[in-house]
């Protein structure tokens, strides 16, 4: 009987690991790339190989702030960076995520849409604390661009009138 050369293949990691091990990193995951779409929507995000429902994308990256430190910004910031700002809570506190400085992590650059969206933001605690993940909501294809839901609010370009 032959024995086989080849190499153990690795277990894969399920996606509340792999959200775990990009966050505990700091680090984008392969797969995705920042491209400019035009000048009202500017940048986005696209996959570059397939996703499948249900697997960790990657990190909404930025400084985990109090209310009252988010409230302070927003009285110096301008427009354009207000919508950097990501609130959420955790362990009963409402926190937020300020990814206005620009980084070069991904997670910043993902797009809205209210309608279809590809992708959902979950807080994930690692080492104890909190992360925002975006995880695929439904299959994902190559070239695709990665989008999810703001919420509820009254994004300007949601009333933004196409003819």
């Keep these: 009987m032959e024995m086989s050369a080849t190499r153990p293949q690795r277990a894969k990691r399920n996606a509340k690991q792999d959200a775990a091990y990009y966050c505990s990193l700091g680090k984008d995951k392969e797969g995705f790339e920042a491209k400019y779409i035009d000048s009202f929507k500017g940048r986005g995000v696209f996959s570059c190989r397939p996703f499948e429902k249900g697997d960790f ?9 109090t209310k009252k430190e988010q409230e302070n ?10 919508v950097f700002m990501f609130d959420f809570q955790f362990n009963g506190q409402q926190l937020c995520v ?19 969206p ?36 009254d994004w300007p370009w949601r009333s933004k009138v196409v003819i």
């Excluded at 994308?57 to 702030?65: D, H, N």
């Design 118 to 153: 590809n992708s959902k933001i979950k807080v994930t605690r690692v080492d104890g604390r909190p992360h925002l993940c975006l995880f695929a909501i439904k299959d994902i294809g190559s070239g695709e661009e990665i989008t999810y839901n703001y919420g509820n609010s």
């Design 98 to 116: 300020d990814a206005a400085r620009e980084d070069g992590s991904l997670g910043r650059l993902v797009n809205d849409d209210e309608v279809n």
């Design 57 to 65: 994308l990657f990190e909404y990256r930025g400084e985990v702030i």
């Design 73 to 82: 910004r927003e009285r110096i910031y301008h427009n354009a960076l207000k």
